[in-house]
């Protein structure tokens, strides 16, 4: 391990041998012997041995690259909410405080702080967060069309009611007037068989607030008109928001996409590892793929795996090249041997050729390290301002997350450079597409939500309706649908999920 | 030519007529006050008072209902969720009450202009 600035090395310290385990190992593997440590003081009230197990916590998860521990920070928290419930919310907070810093990115934890705490301010935080999460950021956005749409409804049968009441009396007598001497006894009948069209046609309640601002659009006056007219076009767009929410349930039922994204991001878990492993196998020279599956070797503590996976692409891509160089460097430490120019080159290659800018501010960050602790200290600063010019926020991000304390010294691990998360997680996400089937053919019969329908349906009255339907309504999405999307709303939607014990969590 | 005014009997049953219609009118109104606050105002055209609540109680309903219902947990819990529900219930409730408050009233038109004998006569 580095220091980022010269630490003494502990006169007693015995170097740690790279663990090599025979296969893929869960970070609750890894990590359980420190957790249960924590659990116990936590339990016993020992603050000094919680402290203790938690800098061991940090240590090994520096040293493994983990940026997202998720089972270590579900640990933390439950027992932190159990504590929480017992009464002691000072208690609470530190372990919550401990599950926010291994899982970062996930808001969950930031949330349940903020319950506890009872703090608004950083349940806003919290919240303003969540927007960089993808998932979190569809559900929140899946929520607010939802209130949009349930808001438009209230609004349209209110504003459609009022017109109703206004304007029945003359449309019937209007209606009186149009009829012949010999069918004005038909006049009310007529009137009504109008205004309920849309249930005559067995189109569904739904249209109904619409049709009467349609209908009843040539008596209204200008303002009346323009709330009509905003009302029917809204009615329009909302067949290209349902498709929307529809698309956001695909992507909560998506289980691999979620697991791929925890992968790209920093996390780990054996069902991640199998997924990697089976799309190299599918395409063994896809390099992303391969970096990622190189990454994982690394974070499962499988130091060799990863160094053979990175080799033989090392001089042909400069992100291989950098994290074999990472590996050599976590050898020269290990030992104690001082020679750090086995890595040195590596991560100069990577700062002056890869591509993207976070791949070259991780190159520089993890140069600057090493010309740190080859005591070449004006270097070390000017390499270190240069990867700050570059992505000054990710490289605070690796202070704060790979540093950690070993015989009283701080040290900080080196970063890997990681593929782009959302070329990972691409081909396991649902893909978002308008066609006449999702966002302007809900009225056909051949829906597949048809099934949704509140109201009942004769399929042979349907059939033969359909092609009428679809004809002269083609640009109007079903109304009806909305109750259907709005009610059966899955757990995942809501953000819970259950584990493999069947326990339901949020 | 012997002026006759409209039998007792008549003019009794059209005022009872007009009662009629006029309460049934006011139930009517009352019972879309009820059922969405400001559709009643808007039934008689009193559109710059109906349409605000109506819009106002409309969307503080529907944020109410999408948090309670709808929410992920990054939004439903304390103290976000519990203070933004209360917020928008609160609000809806006021407009709720503001609308049977207020009684809706019909917009008054001017009566047409009055013919008089100069004019009349400017136009002969």
Redesign the interface.
């Known amino acids: 391990m580095l220091a980022q600035a010269p630490a003494p090395s502990a006169p007693g310290a015995v170097p740690t041998p790279a663990p090599t385990p025979s296969g893929p190992s869960t970070p609750t593997d890894d990590f359980g012997p420190d957790l249960k440590a924590w659990l116990d003081a936590t339990k016993l009230q020992d603050k000094e041995s919680a402290a203790k197990a938690l800098l061991n916590l940090q240590r090994r998860r520096a040293e493994r690259n983990l940026f997202s521990i998720d089972d270590v920070a579900g640990a933390l928290s439950g027992r932190a909410e159990t504590r929480a419930a017992e009464g002691t919310a000072a208690d609470a907070i530190d372990g919550l405080d401990a599950a926010i810093t291994f899982a970062p990115d996930s808001?969950?934890y930031q949330?349940?702080k903020?319950?506890v705490e009872?703090?608004?301010g950083a349940?806003?935080r919290?919240?303003s967060q969540?927007w960089a999460n993808p998932f979190?950021r569809g559900?929140?956005r899946s929520?607010?069309l939802?209130?949009?749409l349930?808001?438009?409804?209230?609004?349209a049968?209110?504003?459609s009611?009022?017109?109703l009441?206004?304007y029945a009396a003359v449309f019937s007598h209007d209606v009186t007037e149009g009829l012949p001497g010999a069918l004005k006894s038909l006049a009310l009948f007529m009137s009504v068989l109008f205004l309920a069209l849309p249930l005559a046609g067995f189109m569904g309640w739904g249209y109904l607030p619409f049709w009467w601002a349609t209908l009843f659009f040539i008596f209204a006056?200008r303002?009346?008109r323009i709330?009509s007219l905003v009302l029917i076009v809204g009615l329009g767009l909302s067949g290209l928001a349902l498709p929307l929410i529809e698309h956001q349930r695909a992507i909560e039922a998506a289980r691999d996409a979620r697991t791929l994204y925890l992968l790209a991001d920093g996390g780990t878990s054996v069902d991640a590892e199998a997924l990697v492993a089976e799309r190299l196998a599918k395409d063994p020279s896809d390099a992303e793929w391969s970096l990622l599956s190189a990454n994982l070797s690394r974070r499962g503590g499988r130091f060799d795996e990863a160094a053979a996976a990175l080799q033989p692409r090392a001089s042909a891509d400069p992100r291989f090249d950098h994290n074999a160089a990472v590996l050599e460097f976590n050898k020269a430490i290990e030992t104690n041997s001082s020679n750090y120019d086995g890595a040195r080159p590596g991560f100069t290659r990577a700062s002056e050729s890869a591509s993207a800018l976070r791949d070259k501010a991780t190159a520089l960050y993890n140069l600057s390290l090493v010309e740190a602790n080859s005591l070449q200290f004006d270097p070390a600063k000017a390499t270190r301002a240069k990867g700050d010019a570059l992505d000054a926020a990710l490289l605070a991000r690796y202070d704060r997350l790979y540093s950690f304390d070993r015989n009283g010294s701080m040290l900080q691990a080196p970063p890997d450079i990681v593929p782009d998360p959302m070329r990972i997680v691409a081909g396991a996400l649902p893909e978002a597409r308008f066609t006449t089937e999702n966002a302007f053919g809900r009225l056909s019969a051949s829906s597949p939500d048809s099934s949704r329908s509140p109201l009942p349906r004769r399929a042979e009255f349907q059939q033969a309706v359909s092609q009428v339907r679809y004809n002269f309504l083609l640009a109007l999405p079903d109304p009806i649908h909305i109750p259907g999307c709005?009610f059966p709303?899955s757990p995942s939607?809501?953000?819970?999920a259950r584990d493999s014990a069947g326990r339901t969590f949020? | 030519m012997v002026k006759r005014g409209i039998p007792p009997a008549a003019r009794s049953a059209k005022n009872a007529e007009i009662s009629a219609y006029v309460t049934r009118k006011a139930l009517f109104h009352r019972l879309a006050s009820l059922a969405a606050p400001g559709s009643g105002h808007l039934a008689v055209g009193h559109f710059n008072f109906g349409l605000p609540v109506l819009l106002a109680w409309a969307g503080c309903a529907g944020a109410a209902i999408a948090i309670h219902f709808l929410a992920p947990l990054i939004l439903a819990a304390q103290p976000i969720g519990t203070t933004l529900k209360m917020v928008f219930a609160g609000l809806a409730v006021v407009t709720y009450v503001l609308a049977q408050a207020v009684e809706p009233r019909a917009p008054v038109v001017a009566p047409p202009p009055r013919r008089t004998r100069a004019g009349a006569d400017q136009e002969a």
Do not use: C
Request: proline share 2%.
């Open positions: 808001s969950a949330v349940r903020a319950t009872g703090k608004m349940g806003w919290a919240l969540s979190e559900r929140l929520m607010l939802l209130g949009l349930i808001t438009g409804a209230l609004f049968a209110g504003f009611f009022a017109l009441l206004r006056s303002p009346e709330v709005l709303v939607l809501r953000g819970e949020r």
